[in-house]
């Protein structure tokens, strides 16, 4: 759908009721890549020694799309354009401004594939699309609550209390702006510790200001990277942070897609482990680059591919699955949909879907969204002098990816694909996932601990099963081994005990009983133990 060739752009200019303007901007897609200067095997001369390192702990080969676009190719449309914006790699692209009269040109020449329409104008103009977000996100029985209660559910202190920040791990965050960063005193660490790796702004590449324009990607990186208890800490402010301007709030046009994906080409020469992208495209200003549901098959979508291009480079791609569920679309917005990804939903307070949360399943029929967070009045911070609480799965998937971090830190000799793997197998719902909720509420515990008890061999005796789970009253019942006495803790997701205790019982045929009275509703990890084997496992209390 990207990819629309040359004579369909002639009757864009010719025959529909759209009039470009002098100067448009373009893709121009080309069919091959020949190189003179760069060959496979010396990547070195073409990528910089942190994305090799990366690609060799993935065990990933170096291929044609880390390879530049030609250069003889570059010479032969500078001459022909009015200006060449960059260049996509991974696409085997140039974005260019270019007039009618030019845009014939490059449509002669033997080389070129396609030219697409990806923006009307310049770009010249000042720069407000749809974000993730909406301030008014606020469905009757939901209520703001702290940033414990949006950490505790997914096991960050826990995680810091292990000594987990995400330190050693490269965060992307592809956003609108990131107004105030440098002035909010939760996240003056990062400048201080040189946790800025790098900026960029794609949207005017005349200047790299990130700090002075939209907020939105500020709260953004709040919800990992802020530092101050008592205001907001995010569950990865001991990482390295690359903060990119993607997203064009004064237009909304395919154009931000190809940013986004030059953008992850920018993170990927960096060394970036995680992308967390809080942005979503369905409709554009110009009706005829709309997606529809029926494109959400992780292929069709410009921004989708580039999402599964990354995923193939080693790198976790983090997304919000969108705003959409009390709308008539409902669905995905891409890049959601990619192949390799994790898009995450929202939750409220009573860890049920948030109504605003988008649904699955693809198009092709896989489970998304795969994870959720708190996502219904979340503590961020965008303003310089306070916190505020906002909802939407812009703010949902930082979470996700901060968590990320942290196990990732711990787990430096998990790939990609493991992290993932044991991310969802620690939702809620692993056992049952679905098309609102996906694999549920991850956690630290179960995602690092549960992972590490696995490396130890259990007895076949072994087995636990606790019901109800959810619970609604205060009586849970336990099937756990053979023996008449166990050992029953429950810890929060502070990693606190709340309850202990020597559970007995007369025969091993009847199960445990334990009294859960008084205990406030959450998220919990019950932890059983007995001759021969331990077992954790999750309990959400009503």
């Known amino acids: 759908m990207d990819r629309i060739i040359f004579c369909l752009v002639f009757l864009w200019i010719f025959g529909t009721s759209f009039p470009l303007s002098a100067q448009d901007r373009y893709a121009v897609h080309y069919k091959f890549k020949p190189q003179s200067s760069f060959s496979l095997d010396a990547p070195e001369a073409f990528l910089l020694p942190p994305a090799l390192d990366r690609r060799a702990r993935e065990n990933i080969p170096v291929d044609s799309t880390d390879l530049p676009v030609a250069s003889k190719y570059v010479e032969v449309i500078s001459s022909l354009v009015e200006e060449i914006s ?3 790699k991974w696409l085997n692209a140039s ?24 923006a009307k104008g310049s770009g010249e103009a000042g720069r407000t699309g749809k974000l993730e977000y909406n301030e008014n996100f606020f469905p009757g029985s939901d209520k703001a609550a702290s940033y414990e209660f949006q950490n505790g559910i997914l096991g960050i202190p826990a995680m810091h209390k292990a000594g987990f920040t995400g330190a050693g791990v490269v965060v992307a965050v592809f956003d609108a702006g990131f107004q105030n960063t440098d002035k909010i005193s939760g996240m003056q660490h990062l400048f201080e510790n040189d946790q800025i790796l790098a900026t960029k702004n794609f949207v005017t590449p005349n200047t790299d200001e990130v700090f002075g324009s939209d907020p939105h990607g500020t709260a953004a990186l709040s919800l990992m990277a802020s530092h101050k208890p008592g205001a907001l800490v995010g569950g ?4 390295k942070y690359i903060l990119c301007i993607t997203e064009d709030v004064a237009s909304e046009y395919r154009i931000e897609e190809y940013n986004w994906i030059r953008a992850a080409e920018f993170s990927d020469s960096l060394g970036v482990d995680i992308i967390n992208s809080s942005l979503g495209y369905n409709y554009f200003d110009d009706p005829m680059m709309n997606y529809s549901p029926e494109d959400l098959d992780g292929k069709t979508a410009v921004i989708s591919r580039g999402a599964a291009l990354a995923a193939q480079k080693g790198i976790l791609v983090v997304s919000s699955a969108g705003n959409e569920g009390n709308g008539s679309w409902q669905t995905l917005t891409p890049p959601a949909d990619a192949d390799g990804i994790l898009s995450v939903g929202s939750v ?23 994870l959720v967070a708190f996502g219904s009045g979340v503590t961020i911070w965008r303003q310089a002098d306070k916190t505020n609480t906002s909802s939407g799965t812009s703010f949902t998937s930082p979470q996700i990816a901060a968590l990320a971090a942290g196990l990732w830190e711990a787990r430096p000799d998990w790939t990609r694909a493991t992290l993932i793997q044991n991310l969802l197998a620690s939702g809620t719902l692993a056992d049952s996932p679905d098309s609102e909720l996906g694999y549920g509420i991850p956690n630290f515990l179960d995602a690092y601990y549960g992972k590490l008890l696995e490396t130890e061999p259990k007895k076949e005796w072994v087995q636990a099963f606790i019901y109800p789970n959810p619970l609604d009253g205060d009586q849970l019942k336990i099937d756990f081994g053979r023996e008449k006495n166990c050992s029953f803790k429950m810890i929060s997701t502070q990693g606190r005990i709340v309850r202990e205790r020597l559970l007995s019982r007369n025969s091993r045929d009847v199960p445990y009983e334990a009294s859960l009275a008084n205990t406030v509703p959450g998220l919990y990890i019950i932890e059983l133990s007995g001759n021969g084997g331990l077992e954790r496992l999750r309990l959400i209390r009503k």
């Open 86 to 88: 960059y260049h996509s």
């Open 95 to 118: 974005l260019v401004v270019a007039s009618e009269d030019q845009l014939r040109e490059l449509g002669q020449l033997p080389f070129v594939a396609s030219v697409t329409l990806v």
């Open 236 to 239: 990865a402010y001991g990482a």
């Open 348 to 370: 409220n307070n009573n860890l049920t879907r948030s109504g605003f949360s988008s649904i699955g399943p693809t198009k092709d029929g896989r489970i998304k969204p795969e």
